[in-house]
């Protein structure tokens, strides 16, 4: 299974482009939330995003969405032959009227792109066989109304992206042992809000978690005035990774 953190910044501009996460294993290729950036930061890398098979929200936020729009046009319009593969999009409920409120600003080409469009909302707890041995499980996290966290396992490896959450005791329990918990670290400690994280919570939640190794993104610029890997170092003494736009890692089966 390997990681790549394509978008690992926030609404705020900054060097980041906004949320975006591809894992690929086997013949499954997950996009993990697609915000303004991803697209074109996936031609920057030359990564496979002609071969995506299915994409994940986290939530409806713009930062996490605005790019499936400019990611379908490029499948439709800026390639030859077109995309004719299937594809499936994942999300909390709320996904399918998502893509309708797409389809009614930029036209039918969201709602029918020319290659077979599975839309499939997960509740917290569904898991979802995505194919070739990957399952992708669902869990609802205090962000917004929808926000939810994934699992991704395949081959006896775990990957776990929080998406946006705030700070969450259960979220870790249910992360416990993870390969990677990829994880967001927003806002430091003194512009800390209700609904994200800041670097002390991400300590006490890998704490709780106990990652393989722990992976930050999401960060707006004002954390980054911050020593992240020292604030996290009181709680938890494991890796550390600040993920940058196109950092990778592979996350070995068993």
């Not at 393989?212 to 009181?234: A, K, M, Q």
Request: glycine share 10%; hydrophobic share 40%; with cysteine.
């Amino acid at each position: 299974m390997r990681l790549t953190t394509l978008g690992t910044g926030t609404a705020a501009p900054s060097r980041r482009v906004n949320s975006g996460h591809l894992v690929e294993a086997g013949a499954v290729t997950l996009l993990m939330d697609c915000g303004s950036g991803v697209v074109h930061r996936m031609g920057t890398l030359g990564a496979n995003w002609l071969g995506i098979t299915h994409i994940a929200f986290t939530h409806f936020h713009p930062d996490h969405t605005l790019d499936l729009t400019t990611l379908i046009f490029a499948w439709r319009y800026g390639t030859l032959p077109p995309r004719s593969a299937p594809l499936t999009i994942l999300g909390p409920v709320g996904t399918a009227q998502l893509i309708e409120m797409f389809a009614a600003i930029y036209g039918d080409t969201i709602r029918d792109p020319g290659f077979p469009l599975t839309v499939r909302e997960l509740a917290s707890g569904e898991r979802a066989d995505l194919g070739d041995g990957v399952v992708l499980e669902a869990r609802k996290v205090p962000h917004t109304a929808e926000s939810v966290a994934y699992c991704v396992e395949r081959g006896g490896a775990r990957l776990v992206f929080t998406g946006d959450t705030a700070f969450d005791t259960t979220l870790a329990e249910w992360a416990h042992g993870c390969d990677l918990l990829l994880c967001e670290c927003s806002l430091p400690e003194p512009l800390a809000v209700p609904t994200h994280l800041t670097p002390a919570q991400c300590g006490v939640l890998a704490e709780v978690a106990d990652p393989g190794r722990l992976v930050l993104t999401h960060f707006y610029p004002p954390v980054e005035e911050e020593d992240i890997r020292e604030i996290i170092s009181l709680r938890y003494s494991g890796k550390v990774m600040l993920a940058v736009d196109g950092w990778s890692t592979d996350i070995e089966e068993r």
